[in-house]
């Protein structure tokens, strides 16, 4: 019983920082309030989804930007869809990123560019380890027969 | 009672045959998958399509009849929500289809997208989508649009109040 109460309170300070950190947003909240008895694993499968998709996208922006001849539009095209699919989860510095990257786009300023990749793989990478730290928490919680904390 | 054919609203119980259909557009996996979660949270069945191409299929319009979901034996759709930006057709585009088209104009659009651009959203609306709405969506949003959906199924004619 104190297991669970301690992971609780580990879950929630962890969850209270990436908050307070940047790391999520909002939309991250709006996620897990959209999750219930009929789709318990909801946010797992979503943020599944993200990092698959993030790592496409990183590995074609860095083939796209090695190219003789850049396409800055299709580098613009990529950031313009990891700024939405991290917005969608509330990956929020991943997001902010992605402006400063699409700015440089606009620009053609090829060093810019390959600065925010680097950037936004190391913010990518980041919010990576911290979800699925988030999510070990949560099944370690389930595991010793407690429930999730509602964050608010 | 069997719990899989009908959702709750509140302390209401909304059957499936009328429960109100949603159409939704997204190139993108992660917003079909999170918009579905918000229309059926809000007791409404929902399709999704990728593309604007693949949406007009499935409303009638497009040469494979078989796809098509909003024939008068079928369930209606009785809401179109779609993204803007799409690679091909776009949200405007698709707009502009089901707006022109002899029988399914009267079916509510309504866009959205990740950027606030001014002339895009005039646009949009000038060419009769219902709203604009910023993504990405939240459930009360959704709430906000379930007045749509409700007032063309029954009260065609009639003003929307809102809430």
Known sequence: ?152 | MDSTSSSTVGMKEVKEEERPHVLVVDDSLIDRKIMEKLFTNSACKVTTAESGQKALELLGQGDNKHTNINNHQGPKINLVVTDYCMPGMTGYDLLKKVKESSDISEIPVIVVSSENVPTRIEKCLEEGAQEFILKPLKQSDVKKLRCHMQFTRALKGRLCLGR
Not at chain 1, 10 to 24: R, V
Not at chain 1, 87 to 94: K, L, M, T
């Open chain 1, 1 to 152: 019983m104190a297991a669970v109460i301690q992971l609780q309170r580990q879950f929630i300070d962890y969850t209270t920082s990436l908050y307070k950190e940047g790391y999520l947003d909002d939309q991250f909240t709006q996620l897990q309030k959209l999750q219930d008895e009929s789709n318990p694993d909801f946010v797992v499968e979503v943020v599944s989804l993200f990092f698959e998709d993030s790592e496409k996208l990183l590995n074609n922006l860095a083939t796209a930007l090695q190219q003789k001849t850049v396409d800055y539009k299709q580098v613009d095209s990529h950031v313009h869809q990891f700024k939405g699919s991290s917005s969608s989860i509330g990956a929020q510095r991943v997001t902010n990123v992605c402006v400063h990257f699409r700015n440089f786009c606009e620009e053609k300023n090829l060093d810019g560019c390959l600065r925010c990749l680097q950037q936004a793989k190391h913010e990518y990478i980041l919010v990576r380890n911290k979800l699925e730290a988030l999510f070990r928490l949560e099944q370690q919680i389930l595991q010793a027969g407690g429930s999730i904390p509602m964050m608010e």
